[in-house]
């Protein structure tokens, strides 16, 4: 039976209409943009990487790059020796750093002198290749965040109706003396390094602001920079339209026209996965060792030296961070895994070279695409008689010829047409209309149960099947401990052991840790490589859920050492630095949401919130106070109401965390009572009399207690497996440093991480 012929056949029709209305509104208000993203990711890759004739080579600042040089900040020295090797030994075009050389991003622990010398060098360069150098200049891209005395910045999008120059922010820039030079002349180029995340809907970097206005000046993108100085073109030349920007020859004639959606953003073109041929990478270690090679005595060095820095004749040579410690990464529609960011600026630049825009059709196509095909398929799918067969494999075919469609459209003319909406509208309004055939044809038939099941995981079939409900997602808020771990240095592991025997250690230690985090209560969130992720007090609420934290990282602790035992007395099965294994542990306690999250058919129970991620910075920044159990002083205060004494804390200061407004006192888990050498509580009181003077700046008292606390240690460099600092030394070193150059008159010892 079809719908038709009969009033109530009509109704049924009217009924539907609202199906594919609603699929329209939905698609209109954004609502289906991250099933969009995906499936234009599948157009990317369907259609395959694509070649470019630019000469672009990646300077890729990796993991040989970081042990040749050390741990970031890097001297800018380096970056100027490689600049100027680059654009005179390799003839490059131009070079553009990914880095945002401000005063802000150079720590104040590192040698100040050192850091204005190489300051110094890398202006020099600026200054010898006028504009043949783009550096980056960065809005926050994750919401505001202090980065120069009580000033937030956030990236001025015209489509949140940022249009007010003077109300504008400006952006973190590069240091004065890079940008600006005699006579106030500006030097070099700066460029914006921001994406809209807002605007692309996922975490793939899709839209991308071409410029920024502030009271003082329009600031184009770094990609925008690039591109004008390789076509010999200054800033001038940009003129900004309602719906392109185009840059203007001194002729008058037109060298550049890219498209603008709101006024603003150009979409990426993805032109390849980032492990491809082509994008011709070398090692920032690789170029150091050819300017090193350049000047030795040895023929055979010098000549080596020579052919490395051919392959950057009249090249783009785009600078950037790839080490994953480096955290400048993420997903591109090749790359389902995150790969570093500095490839989206080398695709903008070959989408504007090559005029390979992405294009948006006119905003009735998508209503038309939805109501037009949705009328097809579903006129084909109640098809019924003799014919009702083929009509319903006309109508299997009417979606996917307009799934053909729309991949030859992004193929050959570069044109994104909407996917989801018209066939998911199709779809669903088609099935619904055959289902609804199906009952009025089959009266006698119970109702339909689950026509759209949810899939969910193992753990919640049994209740399910109980309860009868569907999982839902969201969440609830909840006062829990959040706990995050991670092995120091863990990039040299995956480097010195095979996959086998990584694999196998890792395996042996998540699982000790894992043990130990659900023997305390503690439920396991997920594992990220060789970082567990664990919350205590959810599902099940724990009143105690600081204490259980912290005397789990103590435990976790001293399995670690027992493991680094074994592990040492199965002699040559592994190397010295499996036996110097040593862990970091953080944790952080308040409010957090917690429940279902993920997609629709994909969920996990998991933690979410501002104080999850301060648990994570607990544990990066351990590192930089020489702790392997940092927590923040709400963990602490809320262990001291339910385990008393037992477990010892040793305060290290306050600190303002990235993202963060506000100081957090932070304090080492030093131990649990019951094993705690009595060395180790008399290195806790002398180190809280030094930090006392410390604050107040009596630096001589200060160094003299640091110095009896570093000797009373229980972790000890060249002693204790692992060990390279303690707080008793990073604070020597950090008064060593104000003796130098003394703090501002409202300095409050509040430290503030440039980093995550």
Not at 214 to 243: C, N, P, W, Y
Not at 263 to 268: I, P
Not at 457 to 485: K, N
Not at 584 to 608: A, D, E, K, P, W
């Amino acid at each position: 039976m079809a719908f038709r012929g009969s009033r109530v056949s009509r109704w049924r029709w009217l009924a539907l209409l609202p199906l594919p209305l609603l699929w329209g509104f939905l698609a209109q208000q954004g609502h289906l943009q991250f099933l969009e993203n995906k499936l234009l990711d599948l157009r990317f890759r369907f259609r395959g990487e694509l070649a470019a004739p630019v000469n672009l080579v990646y300077v890729d600042v990796d993991t040989p790059a970081i042990e040749l040089i050390g741990e970031r900040p890097f001297n800018r020295a380096i970056y100027a020796n490689v600049a100027e090797a680059l654009l005179t030994a390799g003839g490059a075009r131009l070079v553009a750093f990914d880095f945002v050389f401000s005063r802000i991003s150079t720590s104040g622990l590192v040698d100040q002198n050192r850091a204005r010398a190489g300051n110094s060098e890398l202006r020099k360069v600026i200054l010898a290749h006028p504009n043949r150098i783009v550096l980056a200049a960065q809005y926050t891209t994750g919401g505001a965040v202090v980065l120069e005395g009580d000033q937030s910045r956030a990236i001025p999008l015209l489509r949140k109706g940022r249009t007010d120059r003077e109300r504008n922010d400006v952006p973190e820039m590069p240091e004065q003396g890079f940008i600006v030079g005699p006579g106030a002349k500006p030097i070099g180029r700066v460029g914006l390094i921001d994406v809209d995340v807002g605007y692309s809907g996922d975490e793939v970097p899709r839209w991308i602001p071409l410029f920024g206005h502030t009271k003082f000046q329009t600031i184009h993108h770094f990609s925008l920079q690039v591109v004008l100085e390789r076509m010999g073109l200054g800033e001038d030349a940009v003129r900004i339209g309602a719906d392109q920007l185009e840059a203007v020859r001194p002729d008058g004639s037109v060298a550049l026209r890219v498209p603008l959606a709101e006024g603003q953003l150009l979409e990426a073109n993805w032109f390849s996965r980032w492990e491809s041929p082509h994008n011709p990478r070398e090692s920032l270690a690789r170029v150091i060792q050819a300017i090193r090679a350049s000047s030795s005595r040895e023929e055979e060095q010098r000549r080596f030296a020579a052919d490395f820095f051919a392959r950057f004749k009249d090249a783009i040579v785009l600078i950037g961070p790839v080490d994953p410690l480096l955290q400048d990464l993420a997903p591109t529609p090749f790359d389902s895994h995150p790969v570093p960011k500095v490839g989206l600026h080398g695709n903008l630049v070959k989408t504007m070279l090559t005029g390979k825009y992405l294009r948006r059709p006119a905003a009735w196509v998508p209503w038309a695409a939805v109501l037009g095909l949705t009328a097809v398929v579903c006129f084909l799918a109640v098809v019924g008689g003799p014919k009702g067969r083929r009509a319903k494999l006309a109508a299997v075919a009417a979606l996917a010829g307009y799934a053909a469609a729309c991949l030859f459209a992004f193929n050959h003319l570069h044109l994104v047409l909407p996917m989801a909406a018209p066939l998911g509208s199709a779809f669903t309004t088609s099935f619904l209309a055959v289902l609804w055939q199906l009952l009025a044809e089959e009266r006698q038939k119970g109702r339909i149960k689950g026509m759209f099941g949810a899939y969910v995981s193992p753990q919640l079939v049994d209740r399910m099947v109980e309860s009868g409900d569907d999982p839902q997602l969201g969440g609830h808020d909840a006062e829990i401990t959040a706990y995050f771990s991670d092995i120091q240095s863990f990039s040299s592991f995956s480097e010195k052991l095979g996959s086998g025997p990584l694999v196998e250690l890792m395996n042996e230690y998540l699982t000790a840790c894992t043990d130990i985090v659900q023997s305390q209560g503690g439920t396991l969130d997920k594992y990220i490589g060789d970082a567990v992720v664990a919350m205590y007090g959810a599902p099940i609420p724990l009143p105690d859920h600081a204490y259980r934290a912290c005397v789990a990282t103590q435990l976790v602790h001293a399995k670690l050492a027992e493991l680094r035992a074994k592990w040492r007395a199965e002699g040559d099965r592994w190397p010295e630095i499996v036996w110097n294994m040593q862990s970091r542990v953080g944790l952080n306690t308040g409010v957090c949401m917690i429940g279902n999250m993920g997609s629709r058919t994909r969920f996990n129970y998991t933690m979410m919130g501002d104080n999850v991620n301060l648990a994570a910075r607990m544990e990066s920044g351990a590192k930089s106070w020489g702790a392997y159990t940092m927590v923040t002083g709400a963990t602490r205060d809320a262990c001291l109401v339910h385990g008393g004494d037992r477990v010892v804390f040793r305060p290290l200061g306050r600190i303002v965390v990235m993202g963060r407004s506000q100081p957090v006192p932070i304090f080492e888990v030093v131990g649990l009572k019951e094993t705690l050498a009595a060395s180790a509580r008399e290195c806790i009181g002398v180190f809280e009399q030094g930090l006392g003077r410390y604050l107040e700046r009596d630096w001589d008292a200060a160094e003299k207690l640091f110095r009896a606390s570093a000797a009373l240690e229980p972790n000890q460099p060249g002693v204790t497996p692992g060990v390279k600092k303690n707080p008793s030394l990073v604070y020597l070193e950090i008064v060593g440093e104000y003796r130098v150059a003394p703090p501002a008159a409202d300095w409050n010892g509040v430290y503030v991480m440039t980093e995550k």
